[in-house]
T-cell receptor, first 113, second 112 residues
Framework: DVKVTQSSRYLVKRTGEKVFLECVQD?????MFWYRQDPGLGLRLIYF???????EKGDIPEGYSVSREKKERFSLILESASTNQTSMYLC????????????FGPGTRLTVL | KQEVTQIPAALSVPEGENLVLNCSFT??????LQWFRQDPGKGLTSLLL?????REQTSGRLNASLDKSSGRSTLYIAASQPGDSATYLC???????????FGTGTLLAVQP
C-alpha cells in the first residue's frame, strides 16, 4: 500500500511567519505535488516535482516555494505567511508513468492569523 | 485551457438508490480521467482511472464511463449506502505534464 504522510494535520501560524509543510512518500515515486483546496475553487496545483532537486510551478505558485532534496520528501514553504494562505494543503505522489493515479496524503489544515 | 465541471454540486438520496454523478471537460485531448473520493477533512482516495482509449472501468458497485468526443464522464453508484456519503471529484490528465485538472466535486449524502 502506498503511504503518503504529511507532517501536521492542523497548524496555526501568525502573519509573517515562515511555515514549512512536509510530505513523505514511501513508494519511490518520481513525481510529487502540492495542492491547496478551498471551498468553491476546488484543488489548485501550487508546485510539483518530477525528480530530486527538480521543480515546476503549478497554477498558483505565488507566495510559495518548494524543496526536494530527497526522492521521498517534498516540502512546501511559505516564506511569509499571509491570511489568504489559510487553506487545506494536500500533498500527492505518483509513479513515473502517466498511467498511474496520484496518491494523496491526509492534508494539513493551515490557519494564518 | 482545460476546465472541468461537475453537476450537481450536491446530491441527497435515500439508501439503496442507484445514482449517477456527472463530469464534463472542455478539451477532449486528455490522457486519462480519474474519479476520487474525499471524506470530510481528509485527503483524496482514488476510485477509478479510465485511460483515454477506454470507455469504462468498474470496481465493485462503482462504474465510470468516458465519452471523450463529447467531453463527458459519469460515475454510477449502485445500491447506495450511507458509507458512500462523501465528496466525489473527477480530474483529467492532459497535455505534456502530469498535471491533473480537478472539478469542484459533488457532495453526496446517502440517507439511511
Amino acid at each position: 500500500d502506498v503511504k503518503v504522510t504529511q507532517s501536521s494535520r492542523y497548524l496555526v501560524k501568525r502573519t509573517g511567519e515562515k511555515v514549512f509543510l512536509e510530505c513523505v512518500q514511501d513508494m519511490d515515486h518520481e513525481n510529487m505535488f502540492w495542492y491547496r483546496q478551498d471551498p468553491g475553487l476546488g484543488l489548485r496545483l501550487i508546485y510539483f516535482s518530477y525528480d530530486v532537486k527538480m521543480k515546476e510551478k503549478g497554477d498558483i505558485p505565488e507566495g510559495y516555494s518548494v524543496s526536494r532534496e530527497k526522492k521521498e520528501r517534498f516540502s512546501l514553504i511559505l516564506e511569509s505567511a499571509s491570511t489568504n494562505q489559510t487553506s487545506m494543503y494536500l500533498c500527492a505522489s505518483m509513479l513515473g508513468g502517466r498511467s498511474d493515479t496520484q496518491y494523496f496524503g491526509p492534508g494539513t489544515r493551515l490557519t494564518v492569523l | 485551457k482545460q476546465e472541468v465541471t461537475q453537476i450537481p454540486a450536491a446530491l441527497s438520496v435515500p439508501e439503496g438508490e442507484n445514482l449517477v454523478l456527472n463530469c464534463s471537460f472542455t478539451d477532449s485531448a486528455i490522457y486519462n480521467l480519474q474519479w476520487f473520493r474525499q471524506d470530510p477533512g481528509k485527503g483524496l482516495t482514488s476510485l477509478l482511472l479510465i485511460q483515454s482509449s477506454q470507455r469504462e472501468q468498474t470496481s465493485g458497485r462503482l462504474n465510470a464511463s468516458l465519452d471523450k468526443s463529447s467531453g463527458r464522464s459519469t460515475l454510477y453508484i449502485a445500491a447506495s449506502q450511507p458509507g458512500d456519503s462523501a465528496t466525489y471529484l473527477c480530474a483529467v490528465l492532459g497535455g505534456a505534464t502530469n498535471k491533473l485538472i480537478f472539478g469542484t466535486g459533488t457532495l453526496l449524502a446517502v440517507q439511511p
